[in-house]
């Protein structure tokens, strides 16, 4: 099935997204926080409907936040599911480890698993009407999609996974930056931010982004900059370090075993962000998997021009449908 509603026109994005799609959702969202495993508290936003037929939990990238998908939640609302979205920790309203609101800090990756599994057991599945459970998710989110449906493979029929985050792109050697972030880390510098990388940029240029649709760009970086707690703009050594240490995790022989899920992996055109060859790798230890290559895309997939989005779209609803 593909999907049944045009998409925003990018032409006229920013008075589209705020005279309609926003208005819409508002009507239809809930939102608040829920105290996860370790009692912090994990921000999320619900979009409910009437006679749903299914239920996407999304799952946004590094230095992203729910916000940033709510194109995407429309989508799969107007097509008939529930879409439920959180900030994963160190992340838009969601809570956040001691300095500079600009880096992102993190204990261990499997936090943000926990918080995933919280927010589903306690926000999702009491409002999912015993109706089939998807995800959806973009880069880091990706990496916590995938390790997800390895350690509780009984939740999602039906994992998309956009640009995941199977390895990280530091600019340098795999081995070599393991082998590094680990000693860092050991250190106790793990807090400590990466230099030069975490200094939200308010200029910020289409040009250098991971979009390809100008509008997109700028629609939410004006919300970027409007709002403090969306300015997250790089890692700490500690994050980085976790982040390598995902890859063995997801590419375990057996860890891929224990997924039942079906997956959608889609893979741009031109990514800097994360290593393209590791998703390929990933897939290949699937039993049920699918890698679709987007051509005329960035990392970014859902931010490009509206003839490549139809052509994502439709795949995905197809995939679930």
Same mark, same amino acid.
């Given at each position: 099935?593909?999907?049944?509603?045009?998409?925003?026109?990018?032409?006229?994005?920013?008075?589209?997204?705020?005279?309609?799609?926003?208005?819409?959702?508002?009507?239809?969202?809930?939102?608040?926080?829920?105290?996860?495993?370790?009692?912090?508290?994990?921000?999320?936003?619900?979009?409910?409907?009437?006679?749903?037929?299914?239920?996407?939990?999304?799952?946004?990238?590094?230095?992203?936040?729910?916000?940033?998908?709510?194109?995407?939640?429309?989508?799969?609302?107007?097509?008939?599911?529930?879409?439920?979205?959180?900030?994963?920790?160190?992340?838009?309203?969601?809570?956040?480890?001691?300095?500079?609101?600009?880096?992102?800090?993190?204990?261990?990756?499997?936090?943000?698993?926990?918080?995933?599994?919280?927010?589903?057991?306690?926000?999702?599945?009491?409002?999912?009407?015993?109706?089939?459970?998807?995800?959806?998710?973009?880069?880091?989110?990706?990496?916590?999609?995938?390790?997800?449906?390895?350690?509780?493979?009984?939740?999602?029929?039906?994992?998309?996974?956009?640009?995941?985050?199977?390895?990280?792109?530091?600019?340098?050697?795999?081995?070599?930056?393991?082998?590094?972030?680990?000693?860092? %880390? $050991?250190?106790?510098? /793990?807090?400590?931010?990466?230099?030069? #990388?975490? +200094?939200?940029?308010?200029? @910020?240029? *289409?040009?250098? %982004? $991971?979009?390809?649709? /100008?509008?997109?760009?700028?629609?939410? #970086?004006? +919300?970027?900059?409007?709002? @403090?707690? *969306?300015?997250?703009?790089?890692?700490?050594?500690?994050?980085?370090?976790?982040?390598?240490?995902?890859?063995?995790?997801?590419?375990?022989?057996?860890?891929?075993?224990?997924?039942?899920?079906?997956?959608?992996?889609?893979?741009?055109?031109r990514d800097n962000k994360v290593i393209s060859s590791y998703q390929?790798?990933?897939?290949?230890?699937?039993?049920?998997?699918q890698l679709v290559f987007v051509p005329g895309s960035k990392h970014e997939i859902?931010?490009?021009?509206?003839?490549?989005?139809?052509?994502?779209?439709?795949?995905?609803?197809?995939?679930?449908?």
């Amino acid at each position: 099935m593909k999907n049944i509603i045009s998409l925003v026109d990018e032409k006229d994005y920013a008075a589209v997204m705020q005279g309609e799609v926003e208005p819409y959702l508002a009507g239809i969202r809930t939102e608040g926080y829920f105290s996860s495993y370790d009692g912090k508290n994990i921000h999320y936003e619900a979009h409910t409907i009437d006679n749903a037929k299914g239920n996407v939990v999304i799952v946004h990238g590094f230095t992203e936040f729910a916000e940033k998908f709510r194109e995407m939640a429309y989508y799969f609302v107007k097509n008939g599911y529930n879409a439920f979205a959180l900030d994963n920790r160190g992340h838009g309203h969601s809570y956040r480890m001691h300095g500079s609101t600009e880096t992102v800090r993190l204990n261990k990756f499997s936090d943000y698993v926990e918080d995933l599994d919280v927010f589903v057991k306690k926000i999702v599945k009491p409002q999912a009407d015993n109706l089939p459970m998807y995800i959806y998710s973009h880069s880091m989110g990706g990496g916590i999609a995938a390790r997800y449906i390895q350690v509780h493979n009984d939740v999602f029929k039906k994992a998309i996974l956009s640009s995941p985050m199977i390895c990280a792109q530091t600019g340098a050697p795999v081995p070599l930056a393991k082998t590094t972030l680990a000693v860092v %880390s $050991s250190l106790g510098l /793990k807090n400590i931010s990466v230099p030069g #990388m975490c +200094k939200f940029n308010p200029d @910020a240029t *289409y040009e250098n %982004s $991971s979009d390809t649709c /100008k509008e997109r760009f700028e629609y939410f #970086m004006s +919300k970027r900059r409007s709002n @403090a707690v *969306y300015r997250t703009a790089g890692p700490s050594f500690g994050w980085v370090n976790e982040a390598l240490k995902l890859t063995d995790h997801l590419l375990d022989d057996n860890n891929c075993k224990n997924v039942t899920a079906k997956v959608l992996i889609f893979q741009p055109e031109r990514d800097n962000k994360v290593i393209s060859s590791y998703q390929n790798t990933f897939a290949g230890k699937l039993s049920d998997a699918q890698l679709v290559f987007v051509p005329g895309s960035k990392h970014e997939i859902f931010g490009t021009t509206n003839d490549v989005l139809k052509g994502y779209l439709d795949s995905i609803f197809e995939f679930l449908g």
